[in-house]
């Protein structure tokens, strides 16, 4: 990592156009990623991710370099580039620091650690899923392993390392009946060593799950499309949480303006049985920081309390943009982006109605066991995401397995219409994309109830 | 060390420690971006990116390092053949000698003797004309001018040799319009050799954001559906996949064997063509001579796309489409897409379409589509049209179907051909008989 003395030339440099901030942000990340297809690892591929950038601030502009070189020279000169965007008199700041180093405990580090080890519990994930029908034609496995370390300066004085072990097994099974062709796939991962596999995650259990749901949706109808109402299964569920609202309370869309829940706080965005959290704080958690890409620790953030809206989720430009604290909530996917305003591990909290009564007393519609991804447009809230694994449910009763469903609607419009909140939440993983590239987060909620949402599916009357 | 040294280095490394052949694949990367909004600039980015994967043939496999630091070529080759060790895969996957290739003339861009400041100045220029183009437009989310500059070296010791570099350039802008309390947005793009094209990116970015205002969506039901050209390009995009032999070869293509059926309507004709003005390369990720290919013609299924290892294992020859990144294996995929166009103006694609729907957009495309099945359902936006005219903006609804479907029931392909930010593919508009829409 870069000496102090280097860092107090580097961010001087990065001062001399008037920057009232500065920021060095150094990066060395270890990767392990291996393939299995057909039961045969395929693909092993090592990467060393190494480099820095600079940024720099004047009041709410803002202005990023970067370099893969991180010798103080090359430094610089990409502070220098940052800088040209200011054209403001030399600031003088005066560098001292509050050192601070992090880490997250592993029992097992993953360069201690040979192949084989990886490539044995590839194995048993993939004979797991292999093993439940004869109709799982293709099962994928994708592993990786990373340690990034990092190293956050600024003129405010922040001097913080981190280091921040990662690690994820992603099951994938096609399962094929001779005519048609389903997927199914679970992707469990954590925040810690290798002793992840032993003490957080089943293979066989998620693989196995990957390959029942492809084998489900074999059987499975085309889902009718239409408005009515929704059960969503808590975990993954939790993705509506994130794309109906979550992203709409980043900084990014609030502080310039671009949000559907601008100027709501404290107003009632959500019917009275929904609170939610954003929480980085979870040990060992997928979305857990120590501290977020800017330095700042990592917060358990309140945004919405019994339907009223409480915090936005605010990095260092936000704050400015809005004359509001910091989150704790500046997240970055590596050092070739700035960072801004995301989402660590975000969920709907634990409500006390009976997931049984959502299905008896809902009538005719749709319940979604299981989430896909999905997508919002802050600025109108329209947001839209896939049901993975759906059942038809009729007259209280669930009648059949659906496939190819799709829910549209406002995020606004569905926060209000949530009617029942079950009482146990759990969570899922998943890479959340947007302006500071792909970041892991948890997404999670009790089974709840939406009134009436649009569903998209090709299937006609059942 | 530089990347030459840092190159030789892992050559003699790699013959010393057992490899019997060893290849390197540099990535060199320089962008700048800039975007303003309100008149300030509220991004800023100057990048300057390298990578180098070693590719190391061990007891006859392959394993793959990756490193952004050319300081310690040992490490780079243990941990490449660590790699190559744990293959279990019977595949082969040679590496190739030295190769002979077309003469390619880099792209170039309108945009790149600009200096920062004109850079600066012309996003500037772009925000203030969207915003006088129309009174409804109260802002914009960004208006941002990008450029870019690539150099792609790939070495091995077999002799191969194959360098080459290419330009790139986009000016974006995204606009806000609000009336009556309705706010939407809309955004508009020009790439490359067309990123100088102001006037033409301002008034597509207006108008189409003020068009959004009126929208709602339409009954739940059947329609006939023209996919505007960009809407039409970036739907294909999910699904490249199918065309891949390797996808095909581990059953996740229901085109596997295929070739020489119909299954596409008659009047559709598909390309794979590396020469493309947008980006031309004379050799794919391997170092394999590029070539232009049908892949349906006439709606003919005509070739899967391979790079030499699915080829050796079809027993046929590559097509020249590996496709490689630094931080990743050799893989297949198409160069540029383009769907050969038919005839008809836009205008005319909608006296076609007669009565139906006009789709222009989607929203979270890659949410609502399963590549295996073909099957897909997703967020739309666009127009009700009656007797070949527009009568009102359509959104929040989705459009849903099954690709394989969709291909045979194209009834037309028009002239108006555009290219998607995200492809690379281009596509004119298609009219489709039927797709199934919900909405109220």
């Known amino acids: ?462 | 060390m530089d990347r030459k040294q840092f190159r030789e280095e892992l050559f003699r490394i790699s013959a010393e420690l057992g490899c019997s052949a060893a290849e390197t694949y540099y990535e060199g990367d320089e962008a700048f971006s800039v975007s303003i909004r309100e008149g300030q600039m509220e991004s800023y980015k100057v990048a300057k990116e390298v990578g180098m994967s070693l590719r190391v043939q061990y007891n006859g496999k392959n394993g793959y390092a990756y490193t952004e630091s050319f300081e310690d070529p040992e490490t780079l080759v243990r941990r490449a053949m660590d790699n190559a060790k744990v293959i279990e895969s019977g595949d082969e996957h040679p590496m190739l000698g030295a190769q002979t290739y077309q003469t390619v003339e880099p792209n170039a861009t309108p945009l790149e003797t600009l200096s920062a400041e004109e850079k600066i100045a012309m996003a500037i220029d772009m925000e203030q004309k969207v915003l006088a183009a129309d009174p409804r437009i109260v802002r914009t989310q960004g208006s941002e001018v990008e450029t870019g500059f690539s150099r792609y070296e790939l070495h091995n010791t077999l002799g191969l040799c194959a360098e080459r570099e290419t330009n790139s350039a986009a000016i974006v802008l995204s606009a806000i319009a609000e009336e009556n309390g309705v706010v939407k947005d809309g955004f508009a793009a020009r790439l490359n050799d067309k990123a100088d094209d102001v006037k033409g990116l301002v008034q597509e970015t207006a108008e189409d954001t003020v068009f959004q205002l009126s929208a709602a969506p339409v009954e739940t039901g059947t329609y006939r559906v023209l996919l505007k050209n960009s809407a039409a390009a970036t739907f294909l995009s999910p699904f490249l996949g199918i065309f891949s032999a390797e996808e095909a070869q581990k059953g996740r293509s229901l085109l596997a064997g295929k070739e020489g059926e119909t299954i596409a309507a008659e009047c559709f004709t598909l390309w794979d063509d590396p020469f493309h003005p947008s980006a031309p390369r004379a050799f794919d990720g391997e170092g394999y001579p590029t070539y232009r290919k049908a892949i349906i013609e006439n709606g003919v299924f005509k070739t899967l796309l391979h790079n030499t290892k699915t080829a050796l294992k079809a027993g046929v020859q590559s097509t020249g489409n590996a496709t490689r990144s630094v931080s990743g294996p050799v893989g297949v995929g198409p160069t540029v897409l383009s769907v050969q166009k038919g005839e008809g103006t836009y205008e005319e694609m909608l006296e076609k379409l007669g009565s139906g729907l006009m789709i222009s957009g989607f929203g979270g495309l890659h949410v609502g589509m399963n590549p295996i099945s073909g099957d897909f359902s997703i967020m739309a936006n666009g127009a009700l049209v009656e007797n070949g005219k527009i009568v009102r903006a359509v959104d929040r609804i989705t459009v849903a179907g099954n690709l394989y479907s969709l291909l045979k029931d194209i009834e037309a392909v028009g002239a108006d051909s555009k290219m998607t930010l995200y492809g690379p593919i281009e596509s004119p508009s298609i009219l489709v008989r039927s797709l199934q829409v919900a909405g109220k």
């Open chain 1, 1 to 462: 990592m870069i000496s102090e003395q280097s860092v107090n030339r580097i961010l001087d440099a990065a001062s001399q156009t008037g920057a009232d901030f500065a920021e060095l942000f150094e990066e060395d990340c270890e990767r392990n990623s291996l393939v299995m297809a057909g039961g045969a690892i395929e693909q092993s591929v090592s990467s060393h991710r190494h480099g820095a950038g600079v940024r720099v601030m004047r009041g709410e502009q803002s202005a990023y370099a970067y370099s893969a070189d991180t010798s103080e020279e090359a430094l610089i000169e990409t502070a220098k580039a940052a800088a040209a965007a200011l054209k403001s008199e030399p600031m003088q700041h005066k560098l001292q620091y509050m050192k601070k180093r992090y880490t997250t405990p592993q029992e097992i580090r993953f360069d201690s650690i040979a192949n084989d080890t990886r490539v044995q519990l590839m194995h048993r994930g993939y004979a797991a899923g292999k093993a439940v029908s004869e109709k799982i034609r293709q099962m994928t496995v994708n592993y990786f392993d990373q340690v990034q370390r990092v190293l956050i300066c600024n003129t405010e004085g922040v001097w913080a390392e981190d280091e921040r072990p990662r690690t994820r097994i992603m099951f994938a099974a096609v399962a094929s009946d001779g005519t048609n062709a389903e997927r199914g796939s679970e992707s469990p991962g954590c925040c810690r060593g290798f002793e992840a596999y032993s003490k957080a995650i089943d293979v066989e259990a998620s693989a196995r799950k990957a390959a029942e749901r492809a084998v489900l949706l074999l059987s499975a109808k085309d889902c009718p499309g239409g408005n009515m109402p929704v059960v969503i299964s808590g975990g993954f569920g939790g993705v509506i949480f994130h794309e109906a609202c979550g992203h709409s309370l980043e900084a990014t869309s609030v502080g310039p303006g671009n949000s559907e829940f601008c100027g709501k706080l404290n107003t009632q965005i959500a019917a009275p049985c929904v609170s939610a959290m954003d929480d980085g704080t979870i040990p060992f958690e997928w979305g857990t920081i120590n501290i977020d890409d800017e330095g700042t620790p990592g917060q358990r953030n309140l945004l919405i309390e019994n339907g009223i809206l409480k915090s936005y989720l605010i990095d260092r430009l936000g704050s400015r943009r809005l004359h509001l604290p910091m989150t704790g909530s500046s997240r970055r996917q590596d050092y070739t982006y700035a960072p801004t305003s995301r989402m660590t591990n975000t969920f709907i909290c634990p409500g006390k109605d009976d997931p049984d009564e959502m299905i008896r007393t809902m009538g005719t519609g749709l319940y979604a066991a299981s989430l896909g991804g999905g997508s919002v447009n802050p600025l109108t809230g329209e947001f839209n995401f896939a049901v993975g694994e759906g059942y038809w449910v009729q007259d209280g009763k669930i009648v059949c397995p659906v496939r190819g469903a799709m829910l549209i609607g406002k995020g606004a419009e569905i926060l209000q219409r949530i009617d029942r909140v079950g009482p146990s939440m759990w969570m899922a993983q998943g890479m959340c994309g947007s302006l500071s590239g792909s970041v892991p987060t948890n997404v999670g909620q009790p089974v709840i109830r939406v009134g009436s949402i649009t569903v998209g599916g090709k299937g006609g009357a059942m």
